[in-house]
């Protein structure tokens, strides 16, 4: 009974978070610890909640929430429920929610079978090995020496690559080597704001991205419809710019004026004056 009564008290929390907040985080949680994720969750406080159960669990939540509000946008994140995913609520910033996370991540040393988040390279130097622990380096096909009676590594090499899986071997060289190449911590996937669904990635996107990238459209629009000819909105100033540009260098050339050109009328009069003939002596 009581299992009973902490289930439905979870699902009416959840239910709850989900009328309150309107934006969500999926975040995967692999490898983060106990500990970590109670330095996150206090990080977090005041800003967002962090919400982690059962995959099972979370889907008959949202299954029973849609039956109450049918229609509700929240459908959409049924399929995003799959792995050792959490939930993060909010109605403030993503970047901000991103920043807090990002703090929080910690060093971690490579573990055998772990998919690689980054290249791991081995630096040249010294590594503090003695003499007879050679064969580790060799089996790795690592350029070494030896030099004041320890293992010295002649130059750089790159051990791990991106997205590949960490061997046995290199794990145990670089704890030898006292590295702690990768860093663990919640990962964005998926954000869900107000019924829209995208990448995590579009939070890397700023909005002088998108400002310069509106500004580069406009210009692109504005050439070709001066190009070929069709006024739009783009190109409807410099259209008027260049007629006037036109009317300006014939009316300077006829001796006209018109009351846009009086601004310019100081300029031509120097050129005017040098034009007209000298008068006999």
Known sequence: ????????????????????????????ADHVGSFQFQKIRMALRGK???LMGKNTMMRRIL???????????IEAMIPFIQGNIGFILTNGDFNDIRDTIE???????ARAGVMA????????????????QTSWFQALNVPTKISRGQIEIVSE??????GEKVGGSEAALLQ???ILPFTYGLVLKTVYDNGSIFDAAVLDITEEDLKNKFKQAVRRLASISLEIG?????????TIGNAVKQLIAISSMIGYSFEQMKEWEPLFAPAAAEEEPKAEE
């Open 1 to 28: 009974m009581v299992a009973r009564e902490k289930k439905e008290a979870y699902f009416a929390r959840v239910e709850k978070l989900l009328d309150e907040y309107s934006k969500i985080l999926v975040v995967h």
């Open 48 to 50: 967002a909640v962090v």
């Open 103 to 109: 703090e929080n991540r910690v060093p971690a040393a």
């Open 176 to 178: 030898k080597l006292n």
């Open 63 to 73: 299954s029973d929430y849609l039956i109450k509000h049918p229609g509700h946008p």
């Open 157 to 162: 090499l790159k051990l791990v690559t991106k």
């Open 230 to 238: 069709y006024p739009t909105l783009a190109s409807l100033p410099h």
């Open 117 to 132: 988040e980054c290249d791991v390279v081995v630096p040249p130097g010294p590594t503090g090995c003695d003499p007879g």
